[in-house]
């Protein structure tokens, strides 16, 4: 079987809230976004601020690239429902086409459905818009540790971790629940093909020793994308935020033997130049260690 393209961009890295300093910054202002380019699949991690850029650099390879069609299709999944990986949402120009279909994928949290969250979220008065009066067809799926969502040729299917592995997979999706991180937790996704594999953990505290399920997860890992928003004179104030130094990221890195670490959910109130000194320290402990951006790229 030929091997599928993988491609990652970044859209957003920001963590809490988009930063509303004056100095320019080549990191990125935008909440929670990646996107997955999985063969003609396309999959969304989160809807920060980063998915309205998203949303518009599909409708431009829609309208610019024939045989684009199949992008009207796309997976969202949720790490949680925390504000910061929601806020894009109601601006992310797909919802506004009665061709998109978009399979909303996320966790059960504190006993609320994603559904019922972006039904609130999305109604007056809190935005003029409600979700009935979108034109978007969409596909609820509710993700667990037992659940895995495997992708071929333009489709998926959601197969319980116990069922035999289908043939002819190109990619597939499994969560690990976090409890790392206030109310509710979130999840942490592994996007595999049958030769790569790319971890996302934010939102996650780390501990002394590293998280032992997560660096089981990410074992071997081609990316790691970790929450790294503290610097480790920091951290005292924050404990118990559900957030991590970039050393307790580097730890998983390098108890995962994974090959990239990337830095992720940075602070709002550090600059370039702190997160830069952050990357540098990083680097001291784990190499391969660097600073999740917006626009950055991988392919496989
Ligand atoms: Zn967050
Ligand atoms: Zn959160």
Partial sequence: MSKPPLRVKIYGSRGSYSPTTSNPTSIGVNTTCLRVDLGKNTLIFDAGSGIINLGRDLLKEIHSESGSAHKWKMNLFFTHLHIDH?????????LYFPKSEISI???RILDYEV???LDSFMHPPLFPVSMDDLPFKRDYY??????VTYFYENNFEMRSVTDPEPENWLGRVSCMRNYMHPKGGSYFYKIETREQSIVFASDTEGFV???KRLIKFAEGADILFHDAQYRPEDYGMFQGFGHSTFEMACDVAEKAGVRKLLLFHHDPKHDDETLQTIEREAQKIFPETFLASEDMEFAF
């Fill in 115 to 117: 559904a019922e969250v």
């Fill in 86 to 94: 929601l806020v894009g949402f109601p601006y992310f120009a797909m």
């Fill in 105 to 107: 994928m996320g966790p």
């Fill in 209 to 211: 020793g590293g998280d």
């Fill in 142 to 147: 509710q993700v667990a540790e037992s659940r």
